[in-house]
């Protein structure tokens, strides 16, 4: 996979649909890019707020929108990119070493998670210029 922001890449779900709804699904690792050892979610966002504001240095992660729709901007140090998801037939994929904002949440929103590992505090980094540090911002 390619890394910063061009490393984030659309990944297109199977899904089957008839007069009793819809399905979606996918299995690791025909669909997903790596095996899912973490799963969380976010829901009841308020108006106007936001949530990530932080990297990570090793975990790939795909985000969904299972429900309305977000907006996630992505910087490697050099390039930032928005990303809007807006439908749960969709994964966005993650490489390492991004800082993601995650914004512009809709009404209802749920945005759920799918991570390459388990919770790592020593993972993140959580102050954008540490980030821009280890990034090597400044040496490109």
Do not use: N
Not at 54 to 69: C, D, K, P
Not at 104 to 110: K, L, N, T, V, Y
């Amino acid at each position: 996979m390619r890394s910063g922001v061009d490393g984030c890449k659309f990944l297109d779900f199977p899904g089957h649909a008839d007069d009793r709804g819809a399905l979606t699904f996918m299995e690791s690792p025909k669909d997903l890019p790596f095996d899912v050892r973490r799963i969380y979610y976010l829901y009841d966002v308020p108006a106007g707020r936001s949530r990530g504001a932080h990297a990570h240095r090793a975990l790939e992660q795909v985000f969904i929108a299972l429900a309305g729709s977000f907006t996630i901007l992505f910087d490697d140090g050099v390039k930032q990119r928005e990303i809007r998801l807006d439908g749960p037939r969709k994964g966005l994929y993650v490489p390492p070493m991004l800082w993601r904002d995650l914004r512009d949440f809709s009404p209802g929103a749920i945005c759920v998670v799918l991570a390459s590992a388990g919770y790592l505090e020593s993972d993140y980094i959580r102050d954008h210029a540490a980030f821009l540090e280890a990034a090597g911002a400044g040496q490109r």
